[in-house]
């Protein structure tokens, strides 16, 4: 199992990250069309190289998996320097173009939402993976899943409550999304940890 929750790990962390990306670049794509003719070339230019950012990101991420589990230590440093380029991107689009609170806010709502459609999507596959495990492990996959439901849960509290405070500034805003990537990055891997010592049902 430790191989296959390792992998699992490794998916539910790009598959959460490429949410975002999708979420970021429609909505920056949305606005981009909207804002002025001097700041629009600048826009959409920083929103090519985010979409190439995504398109490589996207293809490290299939070669990698198809590589198995010894690639991924490797792996994650390769993509955690892609998100952060991505990330980089994201913010000299809002220094340059993107100034406008209205355009932030809007962009924040589309990732936070990207964000807890990830935690839905990793609970549902860690939900299935454990199904297979043994009735004497149960009990502790049952309390990761429920800690997983709760820390879920109060990151979309968090987020939300940043969403209704109005207007803020995009580095206010990329710190929450930043803390809440990070409390779902440990709760993914103390979930398929605690799959790691349990057998499967026979």
């Known amino acids: 199992m430790s191989a296959q929750s390792t992998m699992n790990v ?40 985010l979409k190439k950012r995504r398109r490589e990101l996207e293809a490290l991420l299939k070669t990698q998996a198809e590589a198995g589990d010894a690639a991924l230590a490797t792996a994650k440093t390769e993509l955690d320097q892609h998100w952060a380029g991505f990330e980089s991107q994201m913010k000299a689009y ?23 459609k990830a935690w839905r999507e990793s609970a549902d596959r860690f939900r299935e993976a454990a199904i297979n495990v043994t009735t004497a492990g ?37 710190a929450a999304l930043s803390e809440s990537r990070k409390a779902f990055d440990a709760a993914n891997q103390a979930a398929w940890n605690a799959l790691k010592g349990s057998s499967p049902k026979s």
Do not use: C, P
Not at 32 to 47: D, G, H, R, V
Not at 99 to 112: G, L, S, V, Y
């Open 94 to 116: 809002f220094d340059t173009a993107g100034k406008q609170a209205e355009q932030q806010q809007a962009a924040f709502k589309d990732i936070a939402a990207a964000q807890a």
């Open 138 to 174: 149960t009990t502790d996959v049952d309390a990761v899943l429920k800690q997983l439901k709760t820390d879920a849960a109060q990151a979309g509290a968090h987020l939300e409550a940043l969403k209704q405070t109005g207007a803020q500034s995009w580095s206010v805003f990329s």
């Open 10 to 49: 490794y998916l539910n962390w790009a598959r959460e990250r490429l949410h975002e990306m999708d979420a970021a670049l429609e909505s920056l794509g949305v606005k981009a069309a909207e804002t002025e003719a001097a700041s629009k070339l600048k826009a959409e230019e920083i929103i090519a190289d």
